[in-house]
């Protein structure tokens, strides 16, 4: 038993606590243990402003065994100590999550970013907003102006993060709805955990259809959303980064952001106006 990492172990630990930094959470090594090949980690939430904007519990799971298994680390299997999943009915110490062993092969999964989507002049662009940004409203403002000038037409559709069942089922309906009258998709906003899991999830959507897609996400989150969308099974899925943080900034501050971006999102989506 030690709490030092060997070299290969401790590379990959950095980059899991990478993937959660963003929200002000981190990852603390508790323990290695070559006899029993196990990593125990706790998740340290204490700086943490908005717990819901963590990736919940059981998703941070798939998340830490994606990301090994995407490393090669398959020698170890995670223990880890997360607070928000303690039991009511035990004490106050925190429960233990097993992940188990990845040692299956890992697929590569599609590293084809997709079409370029060339002249944007007369077609249609699908813009997906959230609940959460206002800052994302006012890109998207300034975005659409910009491409109206340019003669394309830009459509947005508000997703409500976390519906399932019926609700779910019909917001989903409802995108695909949009996408299918598109010609190119662009998707965001990646500002926390949680909202960039439902980001790179909606741009795989139009990305599958063959439309061209960028995501959009904030500084911190970029390498979250490049190893969702590898674990979504679209590595050379398109991002486009914005800087963090994003919402406090002023409104005039979020519009030069966006208007100073727009030439790199068009160069992103292989878009001209």
């Known amino acids: 038993m030690t709490t030092t990492a060997p070299p290969d172990i401790n590379q ?26 196990t990593i ?43 607070p928000r999943s303690t039991a ?16 299956a092969a890992v697929d590569a999964g599609d590293g084809d970013p997709g ?11 699908a813009i997906r907003i959230d609940v959460l940004w206002q800052s994302w409203d006012w890109v998207v403002d300034e975005w659409t102006r910009l491409l109206g000038e ?20 019909a917001a989903d309906d ?8 598109a010609d190119v998709a662009i998707v965001g906003l990646g500002n926390c955990g949680s909202c960039t899991s439902w980001t790179i999830r909606d741009a795989v959507r139009p990305a599958r259809r063959g439309l061209p897609t960028v995501g959009v996400v904030t500084a911190q989150f970029t390498a979250l959303g ?16 914005l800087p963090f943080p994003l919402q406090t900034r002023p409104e005039d501050e979020v519009r030069q952001i966006a208007r100073d971006a727009f ?11």
């Open 150 to 169: 340019g003669g394309a037409t830009a459509r947005a559709w508000r997703r409500a993060q976390g519906l399932s069942g019926a609700e779910g089922a």
């Open 115 to 125: 079409p370029d989507a060339g002249p944007l002049a007369g077609r249609t662009i």
């Open 226 to 241: 490049t190893m969702l969308a590898t674990q979504y099974g679209r590595p050379g899925l398109r991002l486009l980064t």
């Open 40 to 82: 125990e980690l706790a998740l340290d939430i204490t700086d943490v402003e908005c717990a819901e904007c963590l990736l919940p519990p059981n998703r941070l799971r798939e998340v830490l065994t994606a990301s090994l298994a995407q490393r090669g680390l398959t020698s170890h299997r995670v223990v880890l100590r997360d």
């Open 263 to 273: 030439p790199a999102l068009l160069e992103t989506l292989g878009a001209t106006l």
């Open 88 to 103: 009511t009915t035990e004490s106050a110490a925190p429960a233990r999550i097993t992940v188990l062993d990845p040692t």
């Open 12 to 37: 990959a630990i950095e980059h899991l606590r990478d993937l959660v930094r963003g929200d002000g959470a981190d990852l603390r090594l508790i323990d290695v243990n070559d006899q029993a090949h």
């Open 174 to 181: 409802a995108y695909d709805r949009l996408l299918a009258e």
